[in-house]
């Protein structure tokens, strides 16, 4: 059968959907009626994060079967058309759980020791140990919001900082073995007690806006705001509102609303540190997450034939 894939695979993926006896076509960049045009004759597409398979392009696809996101999350693929029309839609929701996790860890640690600031700055010349006084992530306490495979992972690094963790997932029922340590609690209960928040959650219907100017002034004075889900989750003026005012002490964004976000209003603020959506961005959780859809495409497309 035909794949078409839309952007980068890792060449391990590749050369297993081929080895499998399939028909790959790499077409990068793809997006609207050139996406449509393309996936004709296609029963099979895979994506990443960039493509958006609208409900147009699902039902231009005549004969489309599967679609298969390489990573987490399925927000910029039509999910309802897929179902109405029979087309399967797949990811990798464990792929990239660790770089993520790691990435986390990272920002908070960057933001705590103004680790940016300080690097530009010793590049320019400068050599002022006081100005960049930080603080340790030992003894503080961080709440997760969202405790998926992501949730968890960011848990045990923590905990391996001696960090508090609390956490708040109202769809998780039971809370997991082996993470009696992790306190759980309700999100207004929460918000007023942690000195870090970490988002991860889906972007749907019921996250988008969940953290606005209600849930921003629950949170301590001072306290910093880690998102590596979605920008869509937080209310990005809200939060510019909170930053600039000294509500909030910090944040480190790696991704928001509208990507990517041209000159934003955060992005000019010095309590905040922002990347472009680099959680993924690993050659362990690309090669991971390649390979985990090219078997659910391979297995999927093989059932067409049963």
């Not at 889900?229 to 790696?254: M, P």
């Amino acid at each position: 059968m035909r794949i078409l894939i839309t952007e980068r695979l890792d060449p391990a993926a590749v050369s297993r959907l081929a080895a499998a006896g399939h028909e790959v076509v790499e077409r990068h960049g793809l997006q609207g009626a050139d996406l449509a045009a393309a996936l004709q004759g296609c029963q099979a597409l895979i994506v990443r994060g960039a493509t958006q398979v609208t409900g147009e392009v699902l039902r231009a696809g005549a004969g489309l079967r599967v679609v298969a996101r390489a990573g987490t999350g399925l927000d910029n693929i039509d999910v309802g058309v897929a179902r109405e029309l029979g087309i399967q839609v797949m990811n990798a929701p464990a792929a990239n759980a660790v770089s993520v996790a790691e990435l986390v860890i990272g920002l908070m640690l960057a933001l705590e020791r103004h680790l940016v600031a300080a690097a530009v700055d010793l590049r320019q010349g400068r050599w002022e140990k006081k100005r960049f006084m930080g603080r340790e992530l030992s003894g503080r306490r961080l709440g997760l919001v969202g405790f998926g495979r992501i949730g968890r992972e960011v848990a045990r690094r923590a905990r391996a900082f001696e960090m508090e963790v609390w956490a708040c997932d109202p769809l998780l029922d039971p809370w997991p073995a082996g993470y009696e340590w992790v306190r759980r609690a309700t999100l207004d209960a929460l918000l007023p007690e942690v000195d870090f928040l970490s988002l991860h959650l889906p972007l749907a219907a019921e996250s988008r806006g969940l953290i606005g100017a209600r849930e921003l002034a629950l949170m301590r004075r001072g306290a910093v705001l880690i998102n590596g889900a979605r920008g869509g989750i937080v209310d990005e003026t809200a939060l510019y509102d909170a930053l600039k005012s000294g509500a909030l002490g910090g944040a480190a964004l790696d991704v928001f609303a509208t990507e990517p976000p041209g000159a934003h209003p955060l992005l000019e603020l010095p309590n905040v540190i922002a990347t472009p959506h680099l959680g993924a961005s690993t050659h362990e959780a690309q090669a991971r997450a390649g390979l985990e859809v090219a078997e659910q495409v391979i297995g999927a497309l093989s059932a067409l034939h049963v």
